[in-house]
């Protein structure tokens, strides 16, 4: 087929060109038609032949290049907690516009803690409920998402929320049309956009050399130490001159998916694991070292769980009847909402929160002075 054939052909220059040129190679050549769309594209905002318009309040974009997998929700979470402390943002109201991403809705919405998955998308259901203070919502057109927000809006409860002092923008890298008061890249240290490659044969959906458009980097999931040597390789790779930090995962304890969670299943010896999210290999590292990893159901990214998916996971914990059933925290979001789990299955079910913090305390301060100079 034409796709095999095209498989083919990257694989020959993989395998006898070990280097830079080789990925120019493939980049520019066999994924051409992608590869000049996107340069296209970015040549037409940059000279102003396509339009971008600023948000009436000030905005702070959460992005990448990559197909999922960086962890834009823990550092939009981080974030967060951030602007609720620097002086000069503590006490303004915080807003996050989402695309909500596979939700089954359409438009501008706000978010409802005691709403679903299907109707926001999994993300912003998780910020909502972990930041009921802050207001969430969802719109495809980030424009007219931000103008929304930037006034008072209606819940679907007919609540009034107040008009936003600042919006994070949760995956808006890409969207130009919109000009954002800053912009933060986010970059796996697992997989550097410098070795990879644009879809369909890598996981790059922008051309690597935009993450030099951005205000800050920060290259994510990091071991919990890295040499500076290191980090300054990472700088001359990424090619980039501005701000480059490091952060890592920390989990905290397990909480239960549902209010009949028993808390006793926490301290089981073994665990079934199920994920729907781009990377989970963190997550089971963290879970391998507490418990035995008997069954590990992996999903795709952002799936809706089905009926046969819950009698799959549910066989599982059949078998090993005193097993914790864990899952990520993003997950439990959708299943949270289902109505087809056996009681048996809600008192053993848990999901481990995640946050995200910078490699050194230096980093950190850099990033806060950088946020609070925001006007």
Request: proline share 5%; hydrophobic share 35%; charged share 25%.
């Amino acid at each position: 087929s034409i796709l095999s054939l095209y498989l083919s052909a990257f694989h020959f220059f993989v395998v006898t060109l070990h280097n830079d040129i080789t990925k120019k190679m493939v980049d520019k050549f066999l994924l051409a038609p992608y590869y000049w769309t996107l340069r296209l594209r970015h040549r037409l905002y940059d000279k102003g032949i396509l339009k971008s318009s600023s948000s009436p309040v000030p905005t702070i974009c959460v992005g990448n290049i990559t197909v999922g997998g960086t962890g834009k929700t823990p550092h939009t979470e981080m974030l967060i907690r951030i602007l609720q402390e620097i002086p000069s943002w503590k006490g303004k109201h915080i807003a996050v516009l989402s695309r909500g991403y596979k939700r089954k809705s359409k438009g501008f919405l706000i978010v409802e803690a005691d709403g679903t998955a299907d109707r926001y998308g999994d993300e912003p259901l998780q910020i909502k409920r972990k930041f009921p203070e802050i207001t969430v919502a969802v719109d495809k057109d980030r424009n007219h998402g931000c103008e929304m927000l930037s006034r008072q809006s209606t819940g679907s409860k007919g609540n009034r929320t107040p008009a936003a002092d600042i919006i994070i923008l949760d995956d808006a890298f890409q969207h130009r049309a919109l000009k954002p008061s800053m912009s933060i890249v986010l970059v796996d240290y697992n997989r550097p956009v410098h070795t990879d490659h644009l879809l369909p044969i890598g996981r790059l959906r922008d051309i690597p050399e935009r993450i030099r458009k951005a205000d800050i980097v920060i290259v994510t999931k990091c071991p919990a130490y890295m040499e500076e040597s290191s980090k300054d390789k990472w700088k001359k790779d990424l090619g980039i001159e501005g701000t480059l930090l490091f952060s890592t995962v920390n989990y905290d304890e397990l909480e239960p998916v549902f209010p009949e969670g028993d808390h006793r299943y926490v301290h089981s010896h073994r665990a079934i694991l199920f994920t729907g999210i781009a990377n989970d290999a963190p997550l089971y590292t963290y879970l391998g070292d507490r418990y035995g990893i008997m069954e590990h159901f992996r999903f795709g990214d952002h799936h809706s769980f089905s009926g046969k998916d819950i009698r799959l996971i549910g066989r599982a914990a059949e078998m090993f009847p005193t097993a914790l059933v864990a899952t990520t925290e993003k997950d439990s979001q959708r299943i949270s909402g289902r109505t087809d789990i056996p009681e048996r299955m809600k008192a053993k079910m848990f999901y481990a929160p995640i946050k995200v913090g910078f490699l050194t305390e230096e980093e950190a301060a850099l990033f806060k002075e950088k946020v609070s100079a925001l006007k």
